[in-house]
Structure formats: C-alpha cells, structure tokens
C-alpha cells in the first residue's frame, strides 16, 4: 500500500502549488478603484528612463505598481524606500511580464507630493543596498565622462540598464553577448574564480577549502550587495554559495538536485516566476551546462593550459546557447550564428573590466584629481565596444526570424534534444525521433492536423 502515501504526497504537493497561485493571482490583480484617486505609494526600485517619462516600481497597500512621472531634476531626484502621496488612475495591467512580477496596475502621474520621511525608519537591506549602489554609480560616471561607455561600464559591474541606448542593447544581442550585461552567474564564477586564485595559497585540504570558501562567499555577497540584490543576482549568489559549501566538504555540489532546489524555492515564493523569460533562459542555461558541457569536455583532452581554457569556454558556450536557442528565438525572434567567436572574446574581457572598474573605484575616492589613473578603463571599453561592434557588421551573422510560434519552440527544443542523444549515444531511435518531429511540423503547416 506505499502508493497511498506516494499518491497522498503527490495531492498535498498540488494543493499547495494551486493555493500558492491563486494567492499570487490575487497579488497581480488589481483590486483597487479604476477611479481617478489619491494614494499613498512607496518606490522599490530605481528608475526606469523611458523617453519622455521615469518609470518607477511602487507599492500601495500590498500591491505593487508601476507609476510613470515626468522628466525633471525632482523626479530624477528620488531614492528607493521613498514615499509619495500621487494623483492618479491606476489599469489593471495585461502584460504576461508584469503578471510573473506580481505587478498589478499602471497609472501616469502628474500629481505628486514627495512625503517627509520620519528618522525612525525600520532598516530594509534591499533599499540600502540600491541606494548604495545609486551612490556608487554616481562616481562611476564621474570616472567615465563617455555616455556609451559609461551604460556598458554600469551594466557590467551592477547591472543598470537604464542609460544604454537601444542601438548598444542590439549590438550587444546581434553579437551572443547580451547575457554579460545582467549580473549573473557569469559575474559570480568569473569573481569566483579570480578570488580562488587569489587565495591558492591556503592549499587544497579541507581546512584549506573551508577557510578559502569562508573568505571567498561573504565577499560574494558583498558584491550581490553592491548590485542592489535583484533576484537574479541573488539567485546566483545563492547558486554558488550551495557550490562553495559542498565543494569545501568534498561533495558533488552542483547536480540536477541543486538546480531543482534553486527553482523550487524561487517558485515557491513566487509560482508565476516560472512565465518570467530570464528564468526560463537562466535555468535553461544551467541545465545545458550540466548536462551537455561535461560530454562537449570530453571529446578533446589537451595538457597546453591555454587551449585547455579556450576548448572549455567554447564548450560551455556551445553547451549554453544549445539549451537558450528555442526560447531566445522564440521570445527575441533572432539567434546570433558568431555567438563563440565573440563569448570568446568578451568573457575574458569581462573579467578584466570587472577588475579594471572596482580598481577605479577604489582610487577614485583617495585620487580624485589624478586622471590618468582612469585612462586603462576609458581605453579598455572603448576598445571593447568597437571589436563588438565590428563583429557586429559581418554579414549574416544574425539569423532573424519574425514567424516562430511556441509549436516551432517546442520542436526545435525536442529536435536538439534528440539530436545531441544521437551524436552522443549513437542511437537510430534518436534519428527516427528527428525525423518523427519534422514530419509533425510540416503537417502542421500543411493543416492536415
């Protein structure tokens, strides 16, 4: 009779699922007036820029929102964490994207009054952490006076978007490289990395690994810290941390469990997350990179370090845009084809700006007055974005594509799968299977079904 618990867990599992999303529906619907009316809002996030309008993450009550106030020095002026008192006519929204942020309406505000804040505020280390990073990107464009420059600059170390131009985003997408500019786990294992060889020195005992990984995981997380911890940067700290910890006791830490656990927990908290496309390219990313990358690695051994690291790269590029392809043409409607000459670029560059820009940062302060100081940076990006942009002109080199519905999704995604089972394995069911799913679309497109 084990069925019976099996079958008992099996419906508890989803009651709690169907209650934790009808709780979050609840959330992304708006339940207040479509009235015109005054509200009391708190801003959770930095500007967004639109052209003529801020875009501001507000809550009211306990739902969030999404206001848009007009350009001038008073709105540009407000933090994350302060209050308004606005006019306004709030919409229940329809956009898939707003609904997995649980962000129920939008309003345009011309009527707003910014609400004194009382010295006895509860301390919230979100808001701490955005406006320290708000702070420190401040200084940064002190640093780089170039305004594209600047957004490639700040978009790599904290992950803000909201200067770059959309000409610079596409260059960036049309390349493979637009992954580098949101904080992620590319960010994370490229510091990761950078602090392990730093502290090599301490051996490969455990003693050595514990002490290494306790040096190694808060400054991690002072990092994240610095980003403003927006989820994605928390969900890969939170990745490596599970790794850090089970690599210093000598476990396997980074498995299939790992990845289920990360998704089950950010689900838990938020189900619609699910609908949220860099959760879909982020997860599907890493189980690429588990699952494919190890026998990618496998077919060329090599002693030369050099081409050891650049055959490593590849694979795991390979491995990652193998797993993001079906949905990055679905949902961007293009797939760039030169995406491993320039991961092989910019990932090793990244890393170096990533150190050339905190190396700034931290003289800035103390030699201010001093600017050559920061010509290596200035000279570093400008060198970056004109090889990215050059990469960018070679002809065909971005497939675009404007008719992919979710069938051709899911059969590109079924297709590659059976398709890396038959290069590995060897197997004529896995060519029968391909074979099976091209017929399937063409009788779709056909109508026969």
């Known amino acids: 009779m084990r069925w019976l618990f099996g079958f008992g867990l099996f419906f508890l599992s989803l009651s709690a699922a169907g209650t934790l999303t009808f709780q979050c529906w609840q959330e992304s619907v708006w339940h207040g007036s479509s009235e015109e009316q005054i509200y009391r809002v708190q801003i959770l996030d930095d500007a967004v820029i639109k052209p003529q309008t801020l875009m501001y993450r507000v809550k009211t009550g306990n739902q969030q929102a999404l206001v848009y106030l007009p350009k001038d020095s008073a709105t540009f002026a407000l933090y994350p964490a302060d209050s308004l008192i606005i006019r306004a006519r709030f919409r229940q929204t329809d956009f898939q994207y707003h609904r997995s942020h649980l962000i129920a309406a939008t309003a345009f505000v011309r009527d707003w009054e910014q609400i004194e804040q009382s010295s006895k505020q509860p301390f919230n280390l979100r808001f701490t952490a955005l406006k320290c990073r708000r702070y420190l990107i401040e200084h940064l464009h002190k640093i780089i006076t170039d305004d594209k420059e600047f957004s490639v600059a700040a978009a790599l170390m ?71 911890m927006p989820p994605p940067v928390v969900r890969a700290a939170s990745m490596l941390t599970l790794w850090g910890i089970g690599n210093s006791f000598l476990l396997q830490p980074f498995s299939l469990n790992t990845v289920g656990v990360a998704a089950f927990f950010m689900l838990l908290y938020n189900p619609y997350g699910l609908f949220d496309v860099s959760f879909q390219l982020s997860f599907s990313a890493m189980l690429a990179i588990l699952l494919i990358y190890p026998k990618l690695f496998e077919l060329y051994q090599s002693r030369n370090p050099v081409l050891r690291y650049v055959w ?102 079924f297709s590659l799968i059976s398709g890396i089972m038959l290069f590995f394995r060897k197997r004529i069911i896995y060519l029968c299977l391909i074979v099976i799913i091209v017929l399937f679309r063409f009788f779709i497109m056909w109508n026969i079904f």
Request: proline residues 4%.
């Open 158 to 228: 904290f992950g803000y978007r909201a200067e770059m131009d959309k000409d610079l985003q596409q260059t960036f997408a049309a390349t493979g490289s637009a992954h580098i500019l949101s904080v992620s786990g590319l960010h994370f294992s490229i510091l990761y990395g950078i602090l392990y060889f730093i502290f090599s020195f301490l051996g490969n005992s455990q003693r050595g690994m514990i002490i290494r990984q306790a040096i190694i995981l808060p400054l991690l997380w002072f990092f994240a810290f610095m980003t403003g």
């Open 312 to 413: 490593g790269m590849s694979c795991v590029s390979v491995a990652a845009q193998l797993g993001t392809a079906p949905l990055s043409i679905y949902y961007f409607h293009q797939f760039p084809l030169l995406f491993l000459l320039t991961n092989l670029f910019a990932i090793p560059v990244t890393g170096i700006l990533l150190g050339l820009i905190s190396v700034s940062l931290s003289l800035y302060f103390p030699f201010s007055s001093q600017e050559w100081l920061m010509i290596p940076l200035n000279k570093a990006l400008h060198i970056f974005i004109a090889v990215l942009e050059w990469f960018e002109s070679i002809p065909n080199g971005l497939l675009v594509t404007e008719k992919f519905s979710i069938v051709d999704m899911f059969c590109l995604f």
